[in-house]
């Protein structure tokens, strides 16, 4: 049974490369190696927009909202999920941050340095904030 399933397997390979290489109109050659793939250019960093005082970001349609809050030092910030999927507010420089929560759920944090804090969802990388904490 076993020697059947792999000349089974053989031939199928056979074919599919006959297939693909009249597909491609071109002669199929073992010898050769494949092409070299080009790397993806590196992903570039997120571009934040002007800081918005406020104490609360909203996450609605995978993204927070505002991106960049300004806040004092001693100030707690709320985070309300709007979204029908779980999110997280995961702070980059540690990897802390609140676990999943689902719709109509909240996550708070208080800032007590200054400095600028990114953070992303975990779940969702590409959703990206910052908070910036400052005495002015």
């Known amino acids: 049974m076993r020697a059947r399933q792999l000349a089974a397997l053989a031939s199928l390979a056979a074919a599919s490369t006959i297939t693909l290489a009249a597909c491609a109109g071109t002669a199929v050659s073992h010898a050769s190696a494949p092409a070299p793939m080009a790397m993806p250019a590196a992903t570039p960093s ?12 909203v996450i609605h349609n995978f993204a927070f909202s505002p991106q960049v809050i300004t806040v004092k030092p001693g100030t ?5 999920n709007s ?9 980059d ?35 990206v904030g910052e908070v910036v904490v400052a005495n002015s």
């Open 93 to 127: 420089a540690d990897r802390t941050g609140s676990q999943a929560f689902q719709n109509g759920e909240s996550y708070r944090h208080t800032f007590t340095a200054t400095g600028t804090f990114r953070y992303h969802c975990s779940i969702h990388p590409y959703m």
């Open 46 to 57: 997120p571009t934040f927009g002007a800081p918005v005082a406020a104490t609360s970001v």
């Open 83 to 91: 979204d029908a999927d779980a999110h997280t507010v995961t702070f």
């Open 76 to 80: 707690e910030v709320t985070w309300t």
